[in-house]
């Protein structure tokens, strides 16, 4: 339930969006710990510097928490018409890593506002405020979101000859009586044409039969099965047992993405809530934990983009016919439930597997690069901090969604991906933003940076380099506990 995990602060969430989601609220924002009093001279530097910090990243989206203390049950609409979404771009001097290109690292700060005179006063008091903060200049507004499709930053490639030789292998793989799975594994690991991928996915998450004559009969009966569960259970989300189960779900859900338009609309709302509404119910054994709904949406847009050729981010889906909504959300639920049943330990209670997972990347950087290990020993800042989130939303929130869509290709192709190779593609993640993180002076600097780490800009090409040294460092060191630990 929603409720159910209340971890201390150093082991909660924290509460900074990253890539592709809005930060702070500047209405609420205490002063950051460079402007706060010594308030007492007893105390720590570390319990004081990460505690005032904490103090100064409150989660914008949580302040209209208490305005749901009369909630009623229903389905969600869109973001008021009178909210303002105001978007603060800042920039690092630092270059991108991988690319060796001009391309600036920008980091997305997004408040949403009620359009009141008053609010609208503090909302130039606040950004005043931020672009007195060395950490974040401020630079003119860009368009909220990427686009989703499958690209680099430079835009949507044509087909090479390459390309459509690898689509055509996938087609007739897939074409063959009986799948040959591990040959689709090791042509997915590279990338999956979008074409074919809706297919692939399904298969290598096991939702799906290799054999072709099958899949018709198990597609219906699954199908059938969730909305069976819909019928069977979804009116008990107004009993009082799964009420905070619902409300939880209720407030979550127009966080997702929230700058994305396809997630805010009332259709794509309401399928997310019965989704996750009947996995809560049907694994009490952890219940709907945050960050569970992200994990929803690239499954949801993979099935969407079935049966829509251009971007689906703006794409209407209550323009799809019923019969179509209704296969998208019940292969979502399914293939959602695939990926969690390897990792369910993350979301029971005191989530014990994202705390090993945690543990074991502190170890494992500690071992490939040492100078990372020790300039956060010396700045006193705890990898729970910032990999409890990377875990929690398997890097949902530090990644674009095309990022993320390219990512789990691999992981769905790697035995135990989602599980344990993300591990390793963590440790490359925090490896391929050395320059910056030695280039940081202080705690707050660096915490700032490591949970708004500026990918905006990345692509396939970008994600590539990367699972290519997450695999690497697998290599290394999955077998050898000797090199693994000290």
Same mark, same amino acid.
């Given at each position: 339930a929603s409720g159910q995990i209340r971890l201390s602060l150093f082991y909660s969430i924290q509460p900074v969006y990253g890539a592709q989601h809005p930060p702070l609220d500047p209405r609420i924002q205490h002063t950051f710990p460079k402007d706060t009093p010594k308030a007492n001279s007893l105390k720590t530097k570390k319990a004081s510097s990460f505690h005032e910090f904490a103090r100064s990243t409150n989660d914008a989206w949580d302040i209209d928490d208490e305005e749901d203390e009369d909630f009623a049950p229903c389905h969600p609409a869109t973001l008021p018409s009178e909210a303002l979404c105001c978007v603060i771009?800042?920039?690092?001097?630092?270059?991108?890593?991988?690319?060796?290109?001009?391309?600036?690292?920008?980091q997305r700060l997004c408040g949403v506002l009620k359009d009141s005179p008053d609010n609208m006063a503090s909302s130039s008091t606040a950004r005043s405020t931020l672009q007195k903060q060395q950490s974040l200049p401020v630079r003119p507004i860009i368009p909220l979101v990427a686009r989703i499709s499958d690209q680099n930053s430079s835009g949507a490639p044509t087909m090479t000859v390459r390309d459509k030789s690898r689509l055509d292998k996938f087609k007739y793989l897939l074409s063959c009586p009986n799948t040959d799975l591990e040959e689709l594994r090791k042509h997915s690991w590279s990338g999956i044409p979008r074409e074919v991928r809706p297919i692939t996915w399904r298969l290598l998450s096991g939702y799906l039969p290799a054999n072709m004559e099958r899949r018709e009969q198990v597609l219906k009966r699954k199908r059938d099965e969730y909305f069976g569960f819909i019928e069977q259970y979804y009116h008990s989300r107004t009993d009082e047992t799964y009420r905070d189960t619902y409300r939880q779900i209720h407030i979550d859900i127009p966080r997702t993405n929230p700058l994305i338009p396809l997630f805010q609309q009332p259709t794509v709302q309401e399928v997310f809530e019965r989704i996750?509404?009947?996995?809560?119910?049907?694994?009490?054994?952890?219940?709907?934990?945050?960050?569970?709904?992200?994990?929803?949406?690239?499954?949801?847009?993979?099935? !969407?983009?079935?049966?829509?050729?251009?971007?689906? $981010?703006? +794409?209407?889906?209550?323009? /799809?016919?019923?019969?179509?909504?209704?296969?998208?959300?019940?292969?979502?639920?399914?293939?959602?439930?695939?990926?969690?049943?390897g990792i369910q330990d993350n979301y029971t209670f005191a989530q014990p597997g994202i705390q090993n997972k945690v543990k074991a990347l502190e170890e494992l950087v500690s071992r490939i690069d040492e100078d990372i290990h020790n300039y956060f020993k010396r700045n006193e800042v705890e990898y729970l901090q910032f990999a409890?989130?990377?875990?929690?939303?398997?890097?949902?929130?530090?990644?674009?969604?095309?990022?993320?869509?390219? !990512?789990?290709?691999?992981?769905?192709?790697?035995? $135990?991906? +989602?599980?344990?190779?993300? /591990?390793?593609?963590?440790a490359a993640f925090l490896i391929e933003w050395r320059k910056e993180i030695l280039s940081m002076v202080d705690f707050q600097g660096l915490l700032m940076l490591l949970q708004n780490l500026p990918t905006i800009h990345w692509g396939n090409e970008e994600v590539g380099l990367l699972l290519a040294e997450a695999y690497r460092l697998k290599y290394m060191f999955a077998d050898a506990p000797n090199h693994y630990k000290r």
């Open positions: 771009i800042s920039q690092t001097d630092a270059p991108v890593l991988s690319l060796s290109l001009s391309v600036e690292s920008d996750l509404f009947i996995w809560a119910i049907r694994h009490p054994a952890s219940g709907y934990v945050q960050g569970i709904n992200d994990l929803v949406t690239p499954f949801f847009v993979v099935f !969407l983009s079935e049966f829509v050729e251009e971007d689906v $981010e703006n +794409f209407d889906v209550a323009s /799809l016919p019923l019969d179509t909504q209704r296969n998208i959300e019940a292969d979502s639920f399914w293939c959602m439930t695939k990926l969690l049943d409890f989130r990377w875990m929690n939303n398997l890097l949902m929130r530090e990644l674009p969604l095309r990022c993320t869509i390219r !990512l789990w290709d691999t992981y769905q192709a790697e035995q $135990e991906g +989602f599980s344990h190779f993300h /591990l390793y593609v963590c």
